[in-house]
């Protein structure tokens, strides 16, 4: 089993910066991806940003040169720093880590979600 914590939403102004953390736990052996998808109401569930263990990362257009994914792979724990905020930013964002649990078989999780408001 594997657990995945999210932190950071919240509501900001347009121009302003967020920090998102999530936190992997569990029987994990590896985590070789760890991504910020996100769902604004009426859309579909979209890949926001991801990241491999050895630190290749791929953003959506729409938040290139704005947001920067990172994470620390001695914690298993992935962030997403969000500047200049927009309003078309607003959504759930969920976390999601795949890779490979302690029994070797793979894991594909997600996060409860965490709320992004940004007010125009």
């Known amino acids: 089993q594997v657990q995945l914590v999210e932190s950071g939403g919240g509501l900001v102004q347009a121009g302003g910066s967020l920090r998102l953390s999530c936190a992997a736990s569990?029987?994990?052996?590896?985590?070789?991806?760890m991504g910020w998808y996100r769902q604004a109401p009426g859309k579909q569930r979209e890949l926001v940003a991801a990241?491999?263990?050895?630190?290749?990362?791929n953003y959506v257009d729409s938040v290139k040169g704005r947001f920067t994914v990172s994470r620390d792979n001695a914690k298993n724990t992935v962030y997403l720093q969000m500047n200049s905020l927009k309003p078309e930013d607003t959504a759930v964002y969920y976390c999601?880590?795949?890779?490979?649990?302690?029994?070797?078989?793979?894991?594909?999780?997600w996060g409860q979600g965490t709320q992004v408001t940004v007010s125009s």
């Open positions: 569990g029987t994990i052996f590896s985590v070789n991806v």
């Open positions: 999601n880590a795949k890779g490979v649990l302690g029994n070797g078989y793979t894991f594909d999780y």
């Open positions: 990241i491999t263990s050895g630190g290749s990362t």
